[in-house]
């Protein structure tokens, strides 16, 4: 690692000159994800630990370390304004000393000089004493007005919508238009601020209870449509996970019933299998497991990445007399066992645009190229899927993501190019025998095919954005 991307240590004593342990850590970061690439959800809790912060400093450094991530086109445009060079042009270190103090200032109740000087700090302990007086200086700007009017200020530049609402809600513009698009596809157009909103919220930890294995705990707040998951009111969950045996779990709501919508599709035969294609890091396997041992159904998951495929084991584990973890290029999977199961999961690689709100960096780092890429592998998972799929079996396609091209897109080609071997399921109707009411759009009946598919929303429903469409294979 460069000089100009060494991450900071840990926790160092306080002194004139000293940086909180607090910061520190955010910095370490933020450091390491704009210089590494690292992903903020991973790093942060084992930096935590590393640095043993009591639990108010590690809510300090979560607040400063996320909040900065997921508002930093916003905070690098003020910047950007505040010191008159592109944010492309200042050194790491530097940079991320503004951005962490231009949060602190803009969202955070901290004393101005607090903010400051700490920030001023963190530049010339990583940077040099010149780039000191340079944070000083812009962030000295940056603190004479508040949020709203630079917001105001930025907005002055724009004349589009989607570009307004970019700024405002700290997004990427594409990404403000591909939501904006999929919602209005079910005609909710309105709706788009208030997604974007939700994409700021931290979301709680969601948990799920496995079928046959253990029951929602008796102080738990249940799911609001999940009818195995809950969320503690208080207490560790990762205590409460640690002493389950792997059957108590961190699960989105929106994934668990992504899982049972193809577990529950129909009455489960004796004897079926199951396959799940895309199976790392092996949550949807879990709950999939404990319901094919309910109904006596055996589960083979597939995942091309043998470390991932590793975490499937780990994931299974409570259920490894009933499941068989393979390590295959799922677009094999179909021309090798051709109409073999009854069930499959087609849970698809994508751009994970729907689980925003717990990845507060990803939404700079994606970029519109990666949806043309992700489509073709998406396509052609889902048609080895199919072709996997025994005559008469259901399979299950699932994104972690709303963009169109994405989801209806590649389910739609498929239902047009494949329209002799598989039809749509109405999947709404079999997410509310399960759930019972549910607001969900409807299929925009000017598309052809029309899908009925399931699209959740984090600010409709509290669950990341999930997409699920249902399909039958004919019976020859
Ligand atoms: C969205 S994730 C699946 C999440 C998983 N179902 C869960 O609930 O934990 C998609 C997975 O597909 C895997 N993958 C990517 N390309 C693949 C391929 N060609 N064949 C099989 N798996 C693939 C990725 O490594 C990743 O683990």
Redesign the pocket.
Known sequence: MSAQTRRPGPQRPRGSNSIQASRQVAFGVLMAVDADDAYANLLLPHDIRRAKLAQGDAALATELCYGTLRRRGHYDAIIEHASHRPIGQIDVPVRNSLRLGAHQLLAMRVAPHAAVNESVALARKHASQSSAGFVNGVLRTISRDDDETWTALLRAGVTNDSEALAIEHAHPPWIVRAFGTALESEGRGEELEALLAADNDAPRVNLVALPGEAAVPENAEPDRYSPVGFRLGAGDPDAVVGGSDGTLRVQDEG?QLAALMLSRVSPVEPGERWL??????????ALLAAEAAIGGATLDA????PA?ADLVRRAVKPFDDIVDVHTS???DVGSRHPNTYHRVLV????TGLGALRRRPEARWRKQPSDIAELSA?QAE?LRSAIDAAAPGGTIAYVT?SPHLGETRAIVGDVLRRMKETVTAINAPDVLRSIVGDIDLGEPDPTRSPAIPNVQLWPHRHGTDAMYVALLRKADF
Do not use: H, Q
């Open positions: 994934s799940d294609l895309c199976a790392g890091p092996g949550g949807k396997s597939n995942e091309v990445t991932r290029d799922g677009r849970d698809a690689p994508c592998l998972l972690c």
